[in-house]
């Protein structure tokens, strides 16, 4: 599978975006999909992540409550809607997909990934 992450830009603190995750393939389904993000000069960390079937969740304590993941299965499409946006969420965003994970927060874990879009916020 291929995937093509978008939506990133500036938006002021408190702000929110949406981004999206484009994924090529008649198997979409059956991935278990993620987002990562890496801030400046930091490793790469979990964001929230989504199971195929009937879809499950997981998030990441620092975005709890404020981001909120989604797929559409008949569109190929993943979804991460963040709210309430503050200058520590700034960083590249990546959708990442495996077909043999279930919630993992783990990056070496998936074995697809996207090229990543870029979030900055302002204070």
């Known amino acids: 599978v291929q995937l093509q992450a978008s939506g990133g830009g500036l938006v002021r603190a408190g702000g929110s975006l949406r981004l999206s995750c484009t994924a090529s393939?008649?198997?979409?389904?059956?991935?278990?999909m993620a987002w990562f993000r890496r801030a400046p000069g930091k490793e790469r960390t979990f964001v929230a992540s989504?199971?195929?079937?009937?879809?499950?969740?997981l998030y990441a304590d620092s975005v709890r409550g404020r981001f909120t993941v989604s797929r559409d299965n008949a569109e190929n499409m993943v979804y991460l809607q963040m709210n309430s946006l503050n200058p520590e969420d700034t960083a590249v965003y990546y959708c990442?997909?495996?077909?043999?994970?279930?919630?993992?927060?783990?990056?070496?874990?998936?074995?697809?990934w996207g090229q990543g879009t870029e979030v900055t916020v302002s204070s």
């Open positions: 990442a997909a495996d077909q043999n994970v279930y919630l993992s927060t783990n990056p070496p874990q998936y074995h697809y």
């Open positions: 393939g008649r198997t979409f389904s059956r991935y278990t």
């Open positions: 989504i199971t195929r079937g009937v879809p499950r969740t």
